[in-house]
């Protein structure tokens, strides 16, 4: 098994404590974890936008559970919780709407042999390039065939037309893979170099960004300019607009390689993980069966917007633009309001949404909803836990009409409401160099992005013995 130890500072099982002891003493220690390497294993095969470290599931799951007790994730995301259980000999269940994140966890947990792995990849790259160069007209026939209307439009608009044939090229021969693990661990490594915080192969500048942006000066890996929307005088000065354009067969390689690398392990004592299309707020499992929890919500009014990246590569594995648009607004903390359950709310979250809706009914009414939404999917986490077991759910807060979301003193009280203990909040400050993240290292407050997310917080939920 893949064998990490615990800092000494961080081994909280001590002779007489209890869990809930063990609990609070995990939820008051450093929760930071800005000097443990969390790129083992799987954990780096694709970019997440503000996933936690695993080192943060890693400690909870250690110190709060035994080998073969089931941890779930209910909001799965990047996976990092289902992979560490994994690793940890423990029972996963993992659960999201998000077509690409069931994708990255599935293969995140999906061990294959590194050499057969190596094999097809050469493979397949050498016969992509070839591809492009005998049969370009057949290639590019296929791309005519691919898409409806609204989504050729987009990959039109994002991605240079060379590019478009070379990773046609590459998914013809990811598509003729017969073995579906392998199939599915190549699909990712192509998601891969679309979706980077530079916008990959794409001609996107910033997909960490709530609105990417496009590049209006592209030029090839020699300098030569290969799209090029503004005059001469324009483009020296916008150099912050101008893009290298990439071998989508080049990044696939390094990144497939690397992916290589972080296989994960095979061994006897792993648990293969339950992953399946689910959503929190009606989960189909049975009463009293979970031994932890470990999840991380979105964050209210798609102050992190999941879909806004992702499509960049679902379009790419079968996703049309309107589907995509329909998932984005079933997330949890979506911002639109028709057509959605309202629950009563109590005194700390209602009076936080009254604030914002006295100067803006709209936004107050999208925080309603999103309060709503968490009320019914911690209550669902509090059926689904055994009793004496906990929840740890890791949140940040979002600025609505420079009114704070609160949205950590908010989640305990409705999770009181409801019949949870909530014995602490712990505290973890983000290293923004390691993450994908749509703000700087610098606070400015008139800027909304920037506004968003310095510090999470790690909310202990404990559902009390008698429940």
Known sequence: MHQLSLPIDEQRRVSGQNYYERLVALLAADLDFHEQNGRYASHNFHAFPAKFPAWLPRTFITELTEPGATVLDPMSGSGTTILEAFLLGRRSIGFDIDPLALRIIQAKVTPLEAREALHLM?????????????????LQ??????????TRQFVDYWFAQETQIELIALLEEIE???DAPARAFFELALSAIIITKSGGVSLALDLAHTRPHRAKRVLDKDGAVRIDDTNAAESRRIKNVTKILRSAFDEFEKRALLNIRGLPPTDNAQIPPAIQFGNAQALPLDNNVIDLIVTSPPYASNAIDYMRAHKFALVWLGHPIAELSNVRQAYIGGDAISNHEFEALPATPADIVAAITRVDPKKGRVLHRYYSEMSRTLREMLRVLKPGKAAIVVVGSSVMRNI?????????AIGRAIGFEVPRIGVRRLDRDRRMMPAGAVRNHESQIQQRMHEEYVIGFYKPEAS
Do not use: M, P, Q
Not at 142 to 147: I, P, V, Y
């Open 141 to 150: 026939e296929r791309l005519n065939r691919r898409w409806d209307e609204a």
């Open 122 to 138: 050469h493979g397949l790259v050498k016969r992509a390039r070839s591809a492009v160069e005998t049969r370009r007209t057949a």
């Open 176 to 178: 003729a893979i017969t």
């Open 404 to 412: 704070d979301t609160n949205t950590a003193e908010c989640l305990a």
